[in-house]
């Protein structure tokens, strides 16, 4: 492969070297190194190409083998075989631990495709590039508006989102808020991005990086968005909804997906019932970006950046593009408890946990913003969830209470699963892997599955120690779960427009009316469907509302062979159905009016009903209500509630138009 000898380096721009034209752009099947139909393989000239690959196994140890070396592994138990993307190196890796690699060559295409599409993506951003024709002839583009048509589009950059989120922030101040909450470790140096990168990388990889597209020291903070209508939560105490996203910079569907989920939140307020009442009882703070500085390096298509950018403390000599500290394996609580069975040493894997718990500012600033400090009590104070689990260090036995309000969701990609802690087996606990929390738990995961077609596992085939969801549970007790998104990192923009996209965001509507209390609610059925005879009606009349209860929205799993099921919930025959106008079931004042089987039918016999009642407006003023529909199964236990708006006009007002 030939390459030019790289530009001159100033503290202004630095030339793409043809290099990345080669590596990165080449039809597929010309580039020297990738892998046809033929059986040619990655070769040493190619070592930061991306390959999708399967990989045979015999036992649930050759699982936790591979998982010294790569992360986010796609299991078919079926076919004893594991599907994950890795760069050249990485497949040495996974030969030299004894391992067969077949290369799937379509799919290997598929990503090489990606990638160059990023680049291209990247490159109409910059001041003075050239547009698409498509671009120039559709006027001026608005936020969250994509660039181009292709595999790789949909997906915003950091700097992209950042300028989406901010015009929401302006458009919409009484409901969003920016909240800047750490330094990266970029930011924490005395360099700039630009001159760390050329201060710690070989020249033949600096060549890779655009310059022009990289922040400078002080413009990446770690960015949380709060949404929640503060002119109705005034000075209430409410339920709180932490995300983080794409922790992992090569992730780009995590991102994606919550700021969509953010934009539709608020977007949707005072038109959709379910968005407007959230955010009346509710708040919630995504963290979209959770590692900026890894993402950058990642957006470029250099290699498979999955860490942070500590390139000095995390630097990898043979392969410098796998430096970093996994973020994920660095949080506070069980850090490096499998003595390094659920996370590596070595600062050229995937896995690398850095060398102290929570060294890295990206992880130190996330644990102070959700968690708090640490008192001398050794309890948290101070931050965005409650401190409600009382245990100490090592403690994996002891539980939260079961009306603990609020949750946790880290989002990464990919293996379309659904997981809570813990995220190793625990000697402590019987080597089980089960929390005292594990009934609500596994219930609540089930539910989320049910929208989002994924597994529900609680654990996967290999052990896992330092990580977010085991952090936020452990030191507070908060219901934390992670959702595996997708079936690629690099996933088309087609695929997760049609599938990811609204499979998760229905699975995120259904999180967030769980979080009055997330252990107790997905224990009930779940209350949908919600229909009024007439939307708008006048002061006095009756109208009649029709919804579905039903307790069989679970999708169990018997999860993977070698670890302990997850509690299976049997579904339930429906006991009751009440309505509520205006205020939550469980808030002061809220009178139930009781719902009924519709066509005759009685409780008590089955998993789903569908009820109906009569509303009377006659002491509801003009205006705009929330009538309000819970259900309850044979053991007693409420699911969450949803809502449906009821529009009030004066008894005089003209006759209302008919909806369109």
């Known amino acids: 492969m030939k390459q030019r000898s790289p530009c001159t380096v100033s503290p202004g721009k630095c030339a793409i070297l043809a290099i990345s034209t080669v590596l990165f752009l080449t039809p597929y099947s010309n580039a020297q190194g990738v892998a046809n139909s033929n059986g040619s393989q990655p070769s040493a000239q190619d070592p930061e190409s991306i390959w999708s690959v399967t990989v045979p196994y015999e036992t649930r140890d050759d699982i936790q083998r591979l998982s010294t070396v790569i992360d986010h592994m796609r299991i078919d138990e079926n076919a004893k075989t594991v599907t994950i993307e890795v760069d050249t190196t990485t497949v040495d890796a996974i030969r030299?631990?004894?391992?067969?690699?077949?290369?799937?060559?379509?799919?290997?295409?598929?990503?090489?495709?990606?990638?160059?599409?990023?680049?291209?993506?990247?490159?109409?951003?910059?001041?003075?590039?050239?547009?698409?024709?498509?671009?120039?002839?559709?006027?001026?583009?608005?936020?969250?508006?994509?660039?181009?048509?292709?595999?790789?589009?949909?997906?915003?950059?950091?700097?992209?989102?950042?300028?989406?989120?901010?015009?929401?922030?302006?458009?919409?101040?009484?409901?969003?808020?920016?909240?800047?909450?750490g330094q990266t470790w970029v930011q924490k140096q005395a360099l700039s991005f630009r001159n760390l990168l050329i201060k710690y990388l070989p020249t033949s990889v600096v060549g890779l990086i655009d310059f022009d597209l990289l922040p400078d020291t002080s413009a990446n903070p770690i960015r949380v968005v709060v949404i929640g209508n503060k002119a109705v939560i005034k000075d209430r105490k409410v339920p709180r909804m932490v995300t983080t996203s794409s922790i992992h910079a090569r992730e780009y569907t995590p991102a994606e997906i919550s700021t969509r989920f953010t934009e539709w939140l608020v977007k949707s307020y005072g038109s959709d019932a379910t968005a407007t009442w959230l955010l009346n009882n509710n708040e919630f703070h995504f963290i979209l970006h959770a590692n900026p500085d890894g993402r950058k390096l990642a957006e470029q298509a250099v290699g498979s950046w999955r860490k942070n950018a500590n390139l000095k403390d995390a630097f990898c000599k043979g392969r410098p593009l796998n430096?970093?500290?996994?973020?994920?394996?660095?949080?506070?609580?069980?850090?490096?408890?499998?003595?390094?069975?659920?996370?590596?040493?070595?600062?050229?894997?995937?896995?690398?946990?850095?060398?102290?718990?929570?060294?890295?500012?990206?992880?130190?600033?996330?644990?102070?913003?959700?968690?708090?400090t640490r008192q001398a009590s050794g309890n948290f104070a101070g931050g965005v969830l409650p401190d409600r689990r009382t245990a100490a260090v090592g403690d994996f036995g002891t539980g939260a209470p079961n009306d603990y309000e609020g949750l946790y969701i880290d989002i990464h990609s990919f293996s379309q699963l659904v997981l809570w802690p813990w995220g190793i087996r625990r000697a402590s606990i019987g080597d089980k892997s089960q929390t005292a929390n594990d009934d609500g738990m596994a219930a609540f995961g089930q539910r989320m599955a049910w929208y989002n077609r994924y597994r529900a596992t609680q654990m996967i085939s290999y052990d896992v120690d330092g990580a977010t969801t085991d952090t936020f549970y452990g030191e507070l007790g908060a219901p934390s779960f992670t959702i595996e998104l997708g079936k690629?990192?690099?996933?088309?923009?087609?695929?997760?427009?049609?599938?990811?996209?609204?499979?998760?965001?229905?699975?995120?509507?259904?999180?967030?009316?769980?979080?009055?209390?997330?252990?107790?609610?997905?224990?009930?059925?779940?209350?949908?469907?919600?229909?009024?005879?007439?939307?708008?009606?006048?002061?006095?009349?009756?109208?009649?509302?029709?919804?579905?209860?039903?307790?069989?929205?679970?999708?169990?799993?018997?999860?993977?062979?070698?670890?302990?099921?997850?509690?299976?919930?049997?579904?339930?025959?429906?006991?009751?159905?009440?309505?509520?106008?205006?205020?939550?079931?469980?808030?002061?004042?809220?009178?139930?009016?009781?719902?009924?089987?519709?066509?005759?039918?009685?409780?008590?016999?089955?998993?789903?009903?569908?009820?109906?009642?009569?509303?009377?407006?006659?002491?509801?003023?003009?205006?705009?209500?929330?009538?309000?529909?819970?259900?309850?199964?044979?053991?007693?236990?409420?699911?969450?509630?949803?809502?449906?708006?009821?529009?009030?006009?004066?008894?005089?007002?003209?006759?209302?138009c008919p909806p369109k």
């Open 323 to 372: 430096s970093g500290v996994d973020l994920n394996r660095n949080f506070p609580f069980g850090w490096n408890s499998t003595k390094g069975a659920g996370s590596s040493g070595d600062s050229c894997f995937d896995t690398y946990r850095g060398k102290t718990a929570a060294s890295e500012p990206e992880t130190e600033a996330i644990v102070k913003y959700v968690a708090g």
């Open 488 to 656: 690629s990192f690099y996933e088309p923009c087609k695929e997760f427009e049609k599938e990811t996209l609204p499979r998760n965001t229905a699975s995120l509507r259904y999180a967030a009316r769980t979080l009055k209390a997330p252990y107790q609610l997905p224990l009930g059925p779940d209350a949908v469907d919600l229909k009024l005879s007439a939307n708008i009606v006048r002061q006095g009349q009756r109208v009649t509302l029709n919804a579905t209860i039903d307790d069989d929205r679970y999708r169990y799993d018997e999860g993977f062979k070698g670890n302990q099921p997850p509690t299976k919930h049997d579904p339930q025959p429906i006991k009751a159905a009440s309505a509520y106008i205006n205020l939550l079931p469980w808030e002061s004042g809220a009178k139930a009016i009781a719902l009924t089987p519709a066509d005759d039918g009685a409780f008590g016999t089955a998993s789903k009903a569908t009820v109906s009642g009569v509303i009377d407006t006659t002491a509801l003023k003009p205006g705009k209500h929330l009538i309000y529909v819970q259900g309850a199964n044979q053991k007693g236990q409420a699911g969450p509630p949803d809502a449906v708006f009821l529009e009030v006009i004066p008894k005089d007002a003209p006759e209302p």
């Open 96 to 181: 030299a631990l004894g391992f067969n690699v077949r290369i799937d060559p379509h799919a290997s295409q598929a990503i090489q495709e990606f990638r160059g599409q990023r680049r291209d993506f990247l490159n109409q951003q910059k001041p003075g590039a050239q547009k698409p024709n498509a671009i120039q002839n559709s006027g001026q583009s608005k936020p969250g508006d994509p660039l181009f048509a292709g595999n790789a589009a949909c997906y915003r950059t950091v700097g992209k989102t950042n300028l989406d989120i901010d015009a929401l922030a302006r458009q919409y101040p009484d409901l969003v808020r920016v909240v800047p909450i």
